[in-house]
């Protein structure tokens, strides 16, 4: 009986080693699979982030290169230039919302690109020169692009070299953030802000604001139009803030819309998009249909590019069966769950009917003799109605603008063949 009970004890013995042998080897196996998925969930994040910091330092490259432009500019040139920095304040501004970081540490960074942003949009609606003392302000505001603006590209070049990490959004992830004694992008761009003028010491800023005075605008209706494309309830979007234009910023989880009283302006999600699973065609499709839900329905594909896991499609009016390339709008589409993940509305909608007194031929006369074009089509070019001709000159590619009343041309583009 005793020997009966030692074999079973051995064997039991044996029987739980081989049990804690398995268990341990499954256990090792979990841990190196997640060990391998936190690698590359790290790589994919510090990848998505710095895209966008590329971005942050492209937009504000941008804008203080208008703004240097806008010191030398005179007559008509002068509206144009405010316009584009306007839009490159604006553009700035939305780079700076996907960074990793609090509002802290840009704070003075997002109060100057909305004061800048705001004289811009002020100088927009103004006709002929700059004063004096608005051209004291451009020259005021572009020495601080300037000098921000090359702090910014240190930033990038150490980012680049190793010499600062970059931050987490995600709490959780703090075994994945760098080890104490490393320097974070976020604190080197809260060392950056200095040097920004304020708005008192601006001449025209209140001139600016009070040229053109700023009306209620209720923020229902706008509400009301992002809540909608984004198939929500009213009371789950969260105030965020307003532009001078009367628009404002609503968000819902990952998704930051900005809408006016009439329509949705712009959409965008800063969740990281994963693998790609979702077809190009059921994307187009998700584009199209979220296209025809904003209120631009029928509007023709033109052009679709891939950033990272998205796919971006550029899609244009027609008007009168003509083309209208200056009035697009895009819509990216999130690979991993066919969901919406960016979208910007046209600037501006076709208006009124059409006429078009030449045909294509008689239009063709205002080219140039040594060219022969190998199509044409319609299109509608800054308001006017046109024909665009498609020609080839040796190894280059030339497509002319032609007025369709005129017969004038309006505009010249040159491509170099591949």
């Not at 075994?175 to 010491?201: C, H, K, T, V």
Request: proline share 3%.
């Amino acid at each position: 009986m005793i020997d009966l009970n030692k074999k079973l004890s051995r064997k039991l013995r044996r029987v739980m080693g081989v049990y804690a042998a398995a268990a341990f080897a499954v256990l090792a196996i979990l841990a190196a699979l997640f060990t391998a998925r936190l690698r590359d969930f790290r790589s994919e994040t510090r990848h998505s982030y710095e895209l966008s910091f590329e971005q942050t330092a492209a937009a504000i490259d941008a804008l203080s290169g208008t703004l240097e432009k806008c010191r030398y500019a005179t007559g008509e040139l002068c509206h144009s230039l405010v316009s584009e920095a306007y839009a490159e304040a604006c553009a700035a501004k939305s780079a700076l919302s996907t960074l990793p970081f609090s509002t802290v540490e840009m704070e003075q960074t997002k109060s100057f690109l909305g004061m800048t942003g705001d004289l811009m949009h002020g100088l927009c609606t103004h006709s002929g020169e700059f004063t004096d003392d608005e051209r004291d302000d451009i020259r005021s505001l572009s020495d601080a692009a300037a000098a921000y603006g090359a702090l910014v590209q240190e930033m990038r070049g150490a980012l680049g070299c190793g010499d600062l990490e970059m931050d987490c959004r995600e709490k959780q992830l703090q075994n994945i953030l760098p080890a104490d004694g490393s320097r974070l992008l976020s604190a080197a761009f809260f060392d950056a802000e200095a040097g920004f003028p304020s708005p008192g010491e601006l001449k025209s800023y209140t001139r600016a604001d009070a040229a053109v005075p700023t009306q209620y605008v209720d923020p229902a209706p706008g509400r009301s139009a992002a809540a909608g494309l984004l198939g929500v309830s009213e009371d789950l979007l969260r105030d965020e803030y307003s532009y001078a234009d009367g628009s404002a910023a609503y968000s819902y989880g990952s998704v930051s819309v900005r809408a006016d009283a009439d329509r949705v302006l712009s959409l965008s999600d800063s969740r990281l998009v994963c693998e790609s699973s979702v077809s190009d065609k059921r994307a187009a499709e998700k584009a199209r249909d979220f296209l025809a839900a904003a209120g631009y329905d029928g509007w023709k594909e033109t052009d679709r590019y891939r950033s990272g896991n998205v796919l971006i499609f550029r899609f244009t009016a027609q008007q009168d069966g003509a083309l209208c390339p200056g009035c697009c709008a895009e819509v990216g589409v999130a690979l991993d769950n066919c969901a919406v993940y960016s979208f910007r509305a046209p600037e501006s909608m076709p208006e009124g009917k059409l006429s078009w007194p030449l045909d294509a031929a008689s239009a063709q006369a205002a080219l140039p003799d040594s060219l022969t074009p190998l199509s044409s089509r319609r299109i509608v070019f800054e308001g006017k109605p046109c024909y665009e001709f498609d020609c080839a000159d040796g190894d280059r590619r030339v497509r002319i603008t032609v007025d369709a009343e005129y017969g004038r041309e309006l505009a010249v583009e040159v491509e170099q063949a591949a």
